[in-house]
């Protein structure tokens, strides 16, 4: 029945449903014809969402969203290329650093591709920097906006596995430093092949000037992650706490911000929000359904049957990962796979924190590679540039990323 409910799971995607309908008919029908009481089915929509974690969501969410509407993604653009504009290709590098900066806000890869590019695709066609590797760098750095904490991904994987948000968020650093350090190279590798200008002479007066304006922006993630490791509160009143610090610094700092904006970006966040829950609600179903039917015991079973290898199982793990994130969108795809995955990688020895890091990091390549690839999307939005150019340009930064997923999986002091 396993089989079966795949199929449909599949048709129903080529059919064109959105994600979490195509989760929903398919497991509807499966336990229907096994006779299940579709009483089950409303049950386990509502646990799926049923926790106290997943509040920090919306929270996150808007926290990004009303950090990007504002002039805070700006400031933190000119304070990046106050730092290392004066290099050569000094503005890639600089879209590689506003994009770690942002990530430390926003928790989520879209709205750091969009922040980010929206406020530097003008000036780096200024400057005469290749539009579609501009593009693609400007999309692979968003990647870093789901491992760097806050990171919403890491929130649903922790509500799934019953793991600490606290260290999850904590695990994301250095691999998120890894990842922008990997991108900044491939950028200077082709700055000096292209011969792209230098920028702005380094100043120390124009970084203290940046540094200032831009400080109540990189005070968001202080307050964030230096609240929750410190234990003044959980990650879901620390996603409160920065919503209203959000909403006081747009309106009353940099009033940057109108009511009439307010209300729209609300909106938007309600709507990403809605779209989430469902894809959590439906995608426990199919969990509970998996479970049930004992496929992740069964999973482990036949893969240890074949060979007990630990690096083996974790490179066709990872192999699972990243074909999966090709193919569907990051939440659903991390929902779907952490209850089958999870049972397999602990018996060869992975921690769930571990192992937490290696799907939100694969998953996270996921956002480049089409035909899902939301940030290409975005970064093709934002620079009116074919999607095909910008998939062109993505490989270098792509395998770069891999890499780094690699080094997460076999170096689990990366974490």
Same mark, same amino acid.
């Given at each position: 029945?396993?089989?079966?409910?795949?199929?449909?799971?599949?048709?129903?995607? +080529?059919?064109?449903?959105?994600?979490?309908?195509?989760?929903?008919?398919?497991?509807?029908?499966?336990?229907?014809?096994?006779? *299940?009481?579709?009483?089950?089915?409303?049950?386990?929509?509502?646990?799926?969402?049923?926790?106290?974690?997943?509040?920090?969501?919306?929270?996150?969410? %808007?926290?990004?969203?009303?950090?990007?509407?504002?002039?805070?993604? /700006?400031?933190?653009?000119?304070?990046?290329?106050?730092?290392?504009?004066?290099?050569?290709?000094?503005?890639?590098?600089?879209?590689?650093?506003?994009?770690?900066?942002?990530?430390?806000?926003?928790?989520?890869?879209?709205?750091?591709?969009?922040?980010?590019?929206?406020?530097? &695709?003008? /000036?780096?066609?200024?400057?005469?920097?290749?539009?579609?590797?501009?593009?693609?760098?400007?999309?692979?750095?968003?990647?870093?906006? *789901?491992?760097?904490?806050?990171?919403?991904?890491?929130?649903?994987?922790?509500?799934?596995?019953?793991?600490?948000?606290?260290?999850?968020?904590?695990?994301?650093?250095?691999?998120? %430093?890894?990842?922008?350090?990997?991108?900044?190279?491939?950028?200077?590798?082709?700055?000096?092949?292209?011969?792209?200008?230098?920028?702005?002479?380094?100043?120390?007066?124009? $970084?203290?000037?940046?540094?200032?304006?831009?400080?109540?922006? %990189?005070?968001?993630?202080?307050?964030?992650?230096?609240?929750?490791?410190?234990?003044?509160?959980?990650?879901? /009143?620390?996603?409160?706490?920065?919503? !209203?610090?959000?909403?006081?610094?747009?309106?009353?700092?940099?009033?940057? +911000?109108?009511?009439?904006?307010?209300?729209?970006?609300?909106?938007?966040?309600?709507? @990403? @929000?809605? &779209?989430?829950?469902?894809?959590?609600?439906?995608?426990?179903? +199919?969990?509970?359904?998996?479970?049930?039917?004992?496929?992740?015991?069964?999973?482990?079973? @036949?893969?240890?049957?074949?060979?007990? !290898?630990?690096?083996?199982?974790?490179?066709?793990?990872?192999?699972? $990962?990243?074909?999966?994130?090709?193919?569907?969108?990051?939440?659903?795809? +991390? $929902?779907?796979?952490?209850?089958?995955?999870?049972?397999?990688?602990?018996?060869?020895?992975?921690?769930?924190?571990?192992?937490?890091?290696?799907?939100? &990091?694969?998953?996270?390549?996921?956002?480049?590679?089409?035909?899902?690839?939301? !940030?290409?999307?975005?970064?093709?939005?934002?620079?009116?540039?074919?999607? /095909?150019? $910008?998939?062109?340009?993505?490989?270098?930064?792509?395998?770069?990323?891999?890499?780094?997923?690699?080094?997460?999986?076999?170096?689990?002091?990366?974490?």
């Amino acid at each position: 029945m396993t089989g079966v409910l795949f199929l449909l799971f599949l048709l129903f995607m +080529l059919l064109g449903l959105p994600i979490a309908f195509a989760i929903g008919a398919s497991t509807l029908i499966a336990l229907h014809a096994q006779g *299940v009481p579709l009483m089950v089915v409303t049950q386990q929509m509502f646990q799926g969402i049923n926790s106290f974690a997943l509040v920090a969501v919306p929270m996150f969410i %808007l926290t990004g969203d009303l950090m990007a509407q504002g002039k805070i993604s /700006e400031k933190l653009v000119n304070f990046a290329d106050a730092l290392f504009g004066f290099l050569k290709g000094g503005l890639a590098i600089v879209s590689v650093m506003a994009g770690m900066f942002f990530a430390a806000i926003s928790g989520s890869g879209a709205a750091t591709t969009a922040a980010v590019g929206s406020t530097l &695709v003008p /000036e780096l066609k200024r400057k005469g920097y290749d539009p579609a590797s501009s593009a693609s760098l400007i999309a692979a750095s968003g990647t870093i906006g *789901v491992v760097i904490p806050p990171s919403v991904p890491m929130i649903i994987y922790a509500v799934i596995a019953q793991e600490s948000v606290a260290k999850l968020f904590l695990s994301g650093f250095l691999p998120g %430093l890894a990842m922008g350090i990997g991108l900044m190279m491939i950028a200077i590798i082709q700055a000096y092949r292209r011969n792209y200008p230098k920028g702005t002479p380094l100043s120390l007066r124009t $970084i203290w000037v940046t540094l200032r304006s831009a400080s109540w922006g %990189l005070m968001t993630p202080v307050i964030i992650l230096g609240g929750i490791f410190s234990g003044i509160f959980t990650p879901s /009143e620390a996603a409160v706490v920065a919503v !209203n610090y959000a909403l006081i610094v747009s309106l009353f700092i940099y009033r940057d +911000l109108t009511l009439r904006q307010i209300y729209t970006i609300l909106l938007r966040s309600a709507m @990403t @929000t809605s &779209v989430i829950m469902l894809v959590i609600a439906m995608s426990a179903v +199919l969990s509970w359904t998996l479970s049930s039917w004992q496929v992740p015991s069964q999973l482990a079973a @036949t893969v240890l049957s074949y060979s007990s !290898n630990p690096y083996m199982i974790m490179l066709l793990v990872v192999a699972v $990962i990243l074909i999966t994130g090709i193919f569907i969108e990051t939440a659903s795809a +991390l $929902i779907i796979l952490t209850p089958v995955l999870l049972p397999l990688v602990t018996q060869i020895g992975i921690d769930p924190i571990h192992f937490g890091l290696i799907i939100v &990091v694969g998953l996270a390549i996921g956002m480049i590679t089409p035909p899902v690839a939301i !940030n290409l999307y975005v970064a093709s939005s934002v620079t009116q540039l074919p999607l /095909e150019q $910008i998939t062109r340009a993505i490989i270098p930064y792509l395998l770069v990323l891999i890499g780094v997923l690699m080094l997460v999986v076999y170096l689990p002091m990366m974490i």
